[in-house]
């Protein structure tokens, strides 16, 4: 695997003040107010319409709050920033897409040239190492149709890499894939953290999200952000979960529904009183 490349230190955090986010009329996430650090791993966990696929699009600027702020290095988040890549699962990906692995990881180059202008060397070094870092560089003239799902899912988080944002979204990026492409996404992961980058990753695993830096628990609402012991508790989890979870003695055992992957379900009907 490639070295990945250093970003400026420090980079920039991702803050929410009190922010509300809302599909049409259903509001996903209400009066969420966090700070996620540079150089760290945040999971975004909870149950299936927590909000967890909304936050994302808010923090990539695709979603604006209804009320409320979410900025990326003290500036609103806003679409076509270039300090933040948007990893989406690779099911969203349409199975007769005609294009090759090399031009949808070259499509991470797009937030700094353009789709028109030409590459220059520095665009396809960054291409090369992506493609490298997430072992599809084999693929590389494949059409991204032909790929099983742990592929499509490397050839996308290569896509972000691509991109070299210092933030980096990724929306259940391990979720249903093979051994080699869960252990190599992971790796990148802590990669991109060790090179001082923010990653914010959902996830349904409280294994994953007890390996990250810092957790936010979600239920239409934050109910408890920070370092994973002071998140993962039977009682935070509990009130997340509500009756999907059983304590046995010390441990916890989770009891969720199967993932999702529209983001248009995590929207959740609106508190009693809630204005638009």
Known sequence: MATPLPVASPGPSVTAREATLAHGSHVALRDASFEL???????????????????????????????????????????GVSDVAYVLQSTRIHEHLPVTVKEVVTMGRYAHRGPFRPLRRSDRASVDEALDRLGVSDLSSRQIRELSGGQRQRVLVA????????????????????????????????????????VVM???????AAHADQVLLLAGHIV???????????????????????RLDDNVLMLDDTPHHDPDEDAVHPHPGHTH
């Open 37 to 79: 650090e540079p150089g760290t791993v945040a999971a975004v966990i909870g149950p299936n319409g927590s909000g967890k696929s909304t936050l994302l699009h808010g923090i990539a600027g695709l979603m604006r709050p209804l009320r409320g702020r979410i900025e990326v290095g003290g500036r609103s988040a806003r679409v």
């Open 159 to 198: 896509q972000g890499l691509a991109q070299d944002a210092p933030v980096l979204l990724l929306d259940e990026p391990v979720t249903g894939l093979d051994l080699v492409s869960q252990r190599t996404i992971l790796e990148v992961i802590g990669a991109e953290r060790d090179a001082g980058r923010l």
């Open 224 to 246: 408890a952000a920070g370092p994973p012991g002071e998140v993962l508790t039977a009682e935070h989890l509990a009130t997340a979960y509500r009756q999907r979870v059983i």
């Open 202 to 208: 959902t996830t349904h695993d409280l294994g994953e």
